[in-house]
């Protein structure tokens, strides 16, 4: 069997038609958008088109969206830019949102901001009542994820937004892991900013976007020349944005349908899982209330080390089985998933756990044989003590 792919939530393949796209920009219409001659005016007007249909597609307006590297600069811009626009000195988020959010977070504590983090419930959900309770008069942004990366959890963000409509305070979400799993609209769910990153949707590496409301404090990030209206300068990534407005175009277009091709390899995944492997795996996070590509899976078993995640990887890599664990490896030590930390998971489960994700490529087949060599690991594993 071909290399299985079950790690859709860190990347995906490109999409055919999504290239397709992409293929004119690299070859006769490489021009400069921010040429005034005719080859910059040929891409200029394709990066307009893209912007129009991208806004169309989030119920946004097109001057609300700005063309970024990706998620992570994206979370980065509206932490920032939010922050230093409003000159309030505080920050809520929570303990389980990516890293793009949690590390800039962190580093404008040295400009005297404070983070406040809600706790998660143990599916990984942070509540709205918690948000009202966080607000005060200092609070500069609120931001909370829509779909949780490792676990699929989905936050209530149309309660969120609400509530900090009600404190006036600007509400950031990361939704690189909904858009196309689950329907974004910015005025529907009342956000005031969000992120985009297409190599999550069958788009290419490199090329995102912010959304940042009309009206809400933000100043640029990254400057430079006056692209995207002086808020974001740096020559424009033309065949990406190309690619990531097809990209977000075919994946809503055909939301439902690999939603449910999704939801059948998950429940057949649970199921498979579970007659093989009996009360020795649990799903960590929400089972089934979350979205349907991602399945957390911890392991228990009697032996105080617990099943080494890291190993049962390497040994479904040998297999061409790709997944991952969700573990930050900082010099060479692994940690423990921060959100599985985070809601709750005892460090030695978080430790043997593993994000399977699966995307619209997988197939049935490869979900059987994924469930009959996770047996085989996990019993050559367990048998192995030391
Ligand atoms: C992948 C991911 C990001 C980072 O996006 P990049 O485009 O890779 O920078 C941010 N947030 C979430 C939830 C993600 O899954």
Redesign the pocket.
Known sequence: MDTIYFDN???TRIDERVLEKMIPYFTNEFGNANSAHQLGRNTKVVIEDARELIASLIGAEPSEIIFT?????S?NAALKGIVAATRKKEIITSPVE?H??LHPAESLKMQGVRITYLQPDKTGIIHPEQVEEAITDDTAIVSL?H???EIGAINPVEEIAAVCRGKKVPFHS?T??SLGKIPVDVKEIGLDSL?I????IYGP?GI?VLYVKNGTPWLPWLQGGSQERRRRGGTSNVAGIAGLAEALKISIDEMEQNRKHCARMRDMAIQQITARLGDRVRINGPATTGVANILNLGFYTDSDYGLDGEMLLLNLDIEGICVSNGSACTSGAMEPSHVLLGIGIPEQVAKSSIRVSFGKYNTEEEVLYFAEKLEVILERMLATTF
């Open positions: 939530a860190s990347t590297s990706g998620g992570t600069e979370d990516h793009a959010v994820m779909v949780n990366n990361d690189v892991q992120s990153s297409a190599h999550k590496k995102g």
